[in-house]
């Protein structure tokens, strides 16, 4: 079992609709919590940056972290075709430097 | 744009050669990692520098190695190449007083045949 799960999709919207994106894990001792979003053939870009649990918004993005159930997700609101790509979750532990763990990424659709 | 850059773009290489990838960072950006982003799968961690020295290595062998330079700019060699070696590397610097994530560079994309 890896040690982030996420669902591979693809996972098809239409535009306007609220996506919700979703990871599992199993280290409680993760302490960052990131999202990435990553179009084909680039590197991945940073979205959310989440410490600890709880919530987060930015613009159209809410991340949210559940650390009792060793769950985050992201919600993207008003998606646009512009929004289609592969988002990757990302965590980290405190003393870990650098060190992320990614899931393995689900891939978005959202069509016009 | 993330202020990192990485080259090639792209390379071919054969089993059983050597290859030498390349990332620039920010000034200021005195911690770097890379990670190995195989064919429809998450980044996986190699190792981290920080200040010219290796300081964190995830599960990979001796043949992936690294250089950090004073000048922000850093090197992933990867010795004996195997097949299962293609994939996007990928380079991801911070200054290592910024509580915030670190950017990532496009990636390198080498296809080993």
């Known amino acids: 079992q890896k040690e982030v799960e996420q669902d591979p999709g693809p996972l098809s919207v239409p535009e306007g609709a609220i996506v919700s994106l979703n990871c599992t894990y199993s280290?409680?001792?993760?302490?960052?919590f990131m999202w990435y979003r990553q179009y084909s053939r680039k590197g991945p870009e940073l979205l959310m940056y989440?410490?600890?649990?709880g919530n987060k918004e930015d613009g159209r993005f809410t991340a949210q972290v559940d650390k009792s159930s060793k769950y985050i997700s992201l919600f993207i609101r008003d998606s646009q075709p512009s929004d289609s790509a592969t988002y990757l979750c990302?965590?980290?532990?405190?003393?870990?430097?650098?060190?992320?763990?990614f899931g393995g990424g689900t891939r978005l659709m959202v069509k016009p | 744009e993330t202020g990192v850059t990485q080259s090639p773009t792209h390379l071919i290489k054969t089993r059983g050669q050597q290859v030498t990838l390349r990332c620039s960072s920010q000034?200021?950006?005195?911690?770097v990692s890379w990670y190995q982003q195989a064919l429809g799968q998450g980044p996986q961690f190699i190792f981290q520098?920080?200040?010219?020295?290796?300081?964190g290595r995830g599960n990979f062998p001796p043949r992936f190695s690294g250089l950090q330079f004073p000048n922000y700019s850093s090197e992933l060699n990867v010795n004996a190449l195997e097949l299962d070696d293609s994939a996007l590397y990928l380079c991801?610097?911070?200054?290592?007083?910024?509580?915030?994530?670190?950017?990532f560079g496009p990636g390198t994309r080498l296809t080993v045949t």
């Open positions: 991801a610097s911070r200054p290592a007083d910024q509580l915030g994530e670190q950017y």
């Open positions: 280290n409680s001792a993760f302490q960052y």
């Open positions: 989440t410490y600890s649990s």
């Open positions: 990302a965590m980290r532990l405190n003393n870990a430097g650098n060190m992320l763990t």
């Open positions: 000034s200021g950006h005195n911690t």
């Open positions: 520098y920080y200040r010219e020295e290796e300081n």
